[in-house]
């Protein structure tokens, strides 16, 4: 296997971007990501695309993309792993340039949901759980698969909903200072308290948005990627994990057992302790689509043990200067969350992370030079972790 | 040009202005809709039963392994039409939420609890919790399994009760 | 039982039998209806000419690439702002065909004749091509571009006669 | 790179599937599959699954296929490149292995197209040609797109409709052995040409139909292969390249860009002659969505000259005993087209194929061990050329 770097990382504005159509809102990530490694469109071999769609109009968006961005006649494929599609389109690039199959590969990751309506946009997550034995006649939302999990950590753990504000908060904190976040604007406990419940205990602000956004990276085989840039990142593992697709299939409510066993696989291959992971990570984005879901993460990623994540919210542990800080881009919760895009706007977080490019108030000190992407899709029907580095 | 003109220049479009930032945008003339047809021949089974108030699960002769939903063939053991048993009546909740937001196809209903209640022989299974007071919900809490007609539409689908 | 329930098991579920197979089939109660916005605000100028009976495409001030459809980013030269240039109302019919099973949102047309046509500056359009004889048609035969009214919908939008 | 080869493959029966559900019609082929190879689902370590769906339920349709057929954990991921789409999956599944990321990986194709009526898949197909610049306006179908070339390529090389028919008379030739086809009907010229027009000059049975099927196959590294077989088949080559989305973008309306791109690289790739590749090459399944398809692939291929290829239809040179034996599986018109499946199926046809194991009316003499398939997504929006072998 050939070791796989970045090269080079484009990001779009997050938000309702009615001032773009589809087309140009994917060019915007595409441009920054060939700016930003000085590769033009021929170099690249291979491209892999994560769209959900379906609130959007084109079928098989890849083609129109391709052909806007002047990459024809590039292979392509579009890849779909629900909410973690952008790690899939990441993954699917990382192994075209580790099998020697392409020397140069681009991810892009692209979301316009506001082509649909707010209440389309729910029927149509909606139906990602599963559509027969759970959509069609119980109409669950996604928000209502979370909260099934808030409900019965809370019970089990003693959490309360002010513990779950917290993470609200602290996403919402450091998305003020992140210029590509949809949210810029901090907000209160009592903010996400006094917001109105949509699937009880989960309230307006536990919530992230409907989102319109693109991100790109470039990933490259070594000695290409030596060519390019004097500090490359490396993939040092992407790694899946999936689950059952009936969430009544699930053991328990209170954990993900794709992310447990995803997180097992990328510390595995990254050579990283599976009890002190925090220890070896500087920084981290988890998938936290609502706040019970980064609570969850931080227990599945071993941040904390089991049923006591919530206490690293409460205590504050996740912000800079605590034992692991995570989500310094505002989550999905305040920069944003266009499905298919979230994957790869993590990796091209961390990426700026790691080579400390971000805005100072929100720049993890990077000590070991190590970063991790816990991306979810579904409730954990697909889950991708992975590790970045500063060294091979 | 008339004032009228003035005010969208694409008035012989199907094109609106975004309220927000007056931008132009293209209202699709093609509405798509999809409503799907789904075989359900090798698990019917379930469906004559639902008739009967009954749910069954299924259960591999071989390893002894239950499935619900149900599915005629054990994937671990490579044989099909697995035996169908029934599910016990009494379950326990095990989590609930009320969906406040709904999707557009469940507009037409009150707010309603999702609920995932388990059973016997490692069976769970989602579904609706109908209760007049909703405070009195508690995880944990004993719940039967009943089959009652849902409205409007007027079919008769599984649920819980307290 | 009555002779009745006898004749399909599921009548009180939402299951119609398989014409040919007799198979039962669940048939959604969830017509799932998509209509999209599509905003145009980057490409506007196009559809304001349009209302002018004027199609545009857009040009590359650097490479002098022209772009048709109109987008306004040249990805080779990776500038934004392209300039409009208006498409030739004569052009060459390169190929047609007579569209007579239609999508469903198309079926309330007559059959038309979807046709592409080329124009000066390497510009190809595909759209339909309005011909009272469709035996008459050649390809190779010139073509004019016009902008007219689309019925039922009372939209306008850009077509070929002859 | 690590060689990949074909351990064990899969196959529904294809046509109006209503006797199974989405399900159950996926663990067909995946059954069939795992026995074939011998393979358990715990040894797979990645899962590439093709399904274009919409006209089907699950929007999200990797974790129930996962969940029914036992593969939980395993990290999978939806691939889509329209009709090509199957084509896609085993790429992602061969860069897995080949990476080195998975040791054995299944690629699955699955399409329940009658979960839809006729008009809706009309409709949907029509859909993926382009969104806003051509299906939004002047509602092109999928044989109207393939009916502007038919018009073009008879004016300019004076093919007749008689030509076109042919290649359906030969594909339903072969089909009516193939136990797994949608059609087992043999058809005279006469049928075909006086069958309705669809889209003109294109008719009723110049088109492949609406199709349920699923198709598997399991690929694992030559060390892993060697183990469970003595007789793997070799996948020497799986290339892709792409066309415009818009199809007035396109040069000309006579060849499809991006497969003559496709076969060029696969063609290096398997070193073999770009000249006469039909000297090399025992038996090719080609995408004959629609006949004129079949034609354009024979010169796009390079097993006729430009403007020659429906001469190759005329002479009948492309049945058993000719120049080269194209579609003996029935092809797409007689053995059927699930959108996402034909890409695998075609890997599954010409692994039996090479291991001579068809049906012996529809066997081609295997000669010098080498198998092409030639799978277009839209008008060439996607294509992937692929060759196997049975030498490494
Ligand atoms: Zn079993
Ligand atoms: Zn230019």
Same mark, same amino acid.
């Given at each position: 296997?050939?070791?796989?770097?970045?090269?080079?990382? &484009?990001?779009?504005?997050?938000?309702?971007?009615?001032?773009?159509?589809?087309?140009?809102?994917?060019?915007?990530?595409?441009?920054?990501?060939?700016?930003?490694? &000085?590769?033009?469109?021929? $170099?690249?071999? !291979?491209?892999?695309?994560?769209?959900?769609?379906?609130?959007?109009?084109?079928?098989?968006?890849?083609?129109?993309?391709?052909?806007?961005?002047?990459?024809?006649?590039?292979?392509?494929?579009?890849?779909?792993?629900?909410?973690?599609? &952008?790690?899939?389109?990441?993954?699917?690039?990382?192994?075209?340039?580790?099998?020697?199959?392409?020397?140069?590969?681009?991810?892009?990751?692209?979301?316009?949901?506001?082509?649909?309506?707010?209440?389309?946009?729910?029927?149509?997550?909606?139906?990602?759980?599963?559509?027969?034995?759970?959509? /069609?006649?119980?109409?669950?939302? !996604?928000?209502?698969?979370?909260?099934? #999990?808030?409900?019965?950590?809370?019970?089990?753990?003693?959490?309360?909903?002010?513990?779950?504000?917290?993470?609200?908060?602290?996403?919402?904190?450091?998305? !003020?200072?992140?210029?590509?976040?949809?949210?810029?604007?901090?907000?209160?406990?009592?903010?996400? +308290?006094?917001?109105? #419940?949509?699937?009880?205990? %989960?309230?307006?602000?536990?919530?992230?948005?409907?989102?319109?956004?693109?991100?790109?990276?470039?990933?490259?085989?070594?000695?290409?990627?030596? $060519?390019?840039?004097?500090?490359?990142?490396?993939?040092?593992?992407?790694?899946?994990?999936?689950?059952?697709?009936?969430?009544?299939?699930?053991?328990?409510?209170?954990?993900?057992?794709?992310?447990?066993?995803?997180?097992?696989?990328?510390?595995?291959?990254?050579?990283?302790?599976?009890?002190?992971?925090?220890?070896?990570?500087?920084?981290?984005?988890?998938?936290?689509?609502?706040?019970?879901?980064?609570?969850?993460?931080?227990?599945?990623? @071993?941040?904390?043990?089991?049923?006591?994540?919530?206490?690293?919210?409460?205590?504050?542990?996740?912000?800079?200067?605590?034992?692991?800080?995570?989500?310094?881009?505002? @989550?999905?919760?305040?920069?944003?969350?266009?499905?298919?895009?979230?994957?790869?706007? +993590?990796?091209?977080?961390?990426?700026?992370?790691?080579?400390?490019?971000?805005?100072?108030?929100?720049?993890?000190?990077?000590?070991? &030079?190590?970063?991790?992407?816990?991306?979810?899709?579904?409730?954990?029907?697909?889950?991708?972790?992975?590790?970045?580095?500063?060294?091979? | 040009?008339?004032?009228?003109?003035?005010?969208?220049?694409?008035?012989?479009?199907?094109?609106?202005?975004?309220?927000?930032?007056?931008?132009?945008?293209?209202?699709?003339?093609?509405? %798509?809709?999809?409503?799907? $047809?789904?075989? %359900?021949?090798?698990?019917?089974?379930?469906?004559?039963?639902?008739? /009967?108030?009954?749910?069954?699960?299924?259960?591999?002769?071989?390893?002894?392994?239950?499935? !619900?939903?149900?599915?005629?063939?054990?994937?671990?053991?490579?044989?099909?039409?697995?035996?169908?048993?029934?599910?016990? $009546?009494?379950?326990?909740? /095990?989590?609930?939420?009320?969906?406040?937001?709904?999707?557009?196809?469940?507009?037409?209903?009150?707010?309603?609890?999702?609920?995932?209640?388990?059973? /016997?022989?490692?069976?769970?299974?989602?579904?609706?919790?109908?209760?007049?007071?909703?405070?009195?919900?508690?995880?944990?809490?004993?719940?039967?399994?009943?089959?009652?007609?849902?409205?409007?539409?007027?079919?008769?689908?599984?649920?819980?009760?307290?």
């Amino acid at each position: 296997m050939r070791d796989v770097a970045i090269l080079g990382i &484009g990001h779009s504005k997050f938000g309702k971007r009615t001032d773009v159509n589809f087309l140009e809102l994917g060019w915007e990530a595409i441009k920054e990501a060939l700016e930003d490694s &000085g590769v033009s469109q021929e $170099k690249i071999d !291979f491209v892999a695309v994560s769209n959900f769609g379906l609130w959007s109009s084109e079928p098989s968006p890849v083609a129109p993309l391709l052909e806007y961005a002047g990459l024809n006649p590039t292979e392509a494929i579009r890849v779909e792993a629900a909410c973690a599609s &952008g790690s899939a389109a990441v993954k699917a690039a990382y192994m075209a340039v580790a099998s020697g199959s392409a020397d140069i590969a681009l991810a892009l990751g692209i979301e316009k949901m506001h082509e649909s309506g707010t209440g389309d946009v729910v029927e149509l997550l909606a139906r990602i759980g599963n559509y027969f034995w759970e959509f /069609e006649n119980f109409g669950p939302t !996604f928000v209502g698969y979370y909260a099934l #999990y808030a409900n019965r950590y809370m019970h089990d753990f003693g959490a309360r909903e002010e513990d779950l504000a917290k993470i609200a908060v602290k996403n919402h904190y450091y998305g !003020f200072y992140n210029p590509k976040a949809q949210f810029r604007k901090k907000i209160t406990l009592e903010d996400v +308290m006094s917001s109105p #419940y949509i699937a009880w205990p %989960l309230k307006l602000y536990d919530c992230s948005p409907i989102t319109d956004g693109s991100a790109a990276v470039i990933l490259a085989s070594e000695d290409i990627a030596k $060519k390019y840039t004097d500090s490359p990142v490396w993939i040092k593992a992407i790694e899946g994990a999936t689950a059952t697709s009936n969430l009544s299939k699930r053991e328990n409510f209170i954990s993900i057992p794709s992310a447990i066993e995803a997180a097992k696989r990328a510390y595995k291959k990254a050579k990283i302790d599976l009890e002190k992971p925090y220890k070896y990570i500087d920084v981290a984005e988890v998938h936290d689509c609502f706040t019970i879901a980064e609570i969850i993460a931080y227990e599945d990623l @071993g941040f904390a043990k089991r049923g006591e994540g919530f206490k690293l919210a409460r205590e504050e542990q996740t912000y800079i200067g605590g034992s692991i800080p995570v989500n310094l881009s505002g @989550g999905l919760k305040s920069k944003g969350h266009p499905i298919a895009t979230t994957g790869v706007s +993590m990796i091209v977080e961390l990426t700026k992370q790691l080579l400390q490019r971000v805005e100072p108030e929100r720049q993890a000190p990077i000590n070991n &030079g190590l970063a991790l992407a816990h991306n979810v899709g579904g409730t954990g029907h697909y889950v991708f972790v992975s590790i970045l580095s500063l060294e091979k | 040009m008339s004032e009228d003109k003035k005010r969208n220049d694409y008035e012989n479009l199907p094109i609106i202005l975004d309220k927000k930032l007056g931008v132009p945008i293209w209202s699709d003339v093609r509405e %798509l809709k999809l409503k799907y $047809k789904m075989p %359900l021949g090798k698990i019917k089974g379930f469906f004559t039963a639902l008739s /009967e108030e009954k749910i069954l699960a299924t259960r591999c002769p071989k390893c002894e392994r239950t499935f !619900f939903p149900p599915q005629v063939d054990c994937p671990y053991c490579r044989i099909n039409d697995l035996d169908w048993i029934e599910v016990p $009546k009494e379950g326990i909740l /095990e989590t609930y939420t009320i969906i406040t937001i709904k999707p557009t196809t469940f507009q037409h209903y009150e707010d309603y609890v999702l609920a995932i209640a388990s059973f /016997e022989n490692n069976v769970k299974i989602l579904t609706w919790l109908k209760i007049d007071d909703k405070d009195k919900i508690k995880i944990g809490m004993k719940v039967k399994l009943t089959v009652s007609k849902r409205l409007p539409e007027g079919y008769y689908i599984y649920e819980l009760t307290p």
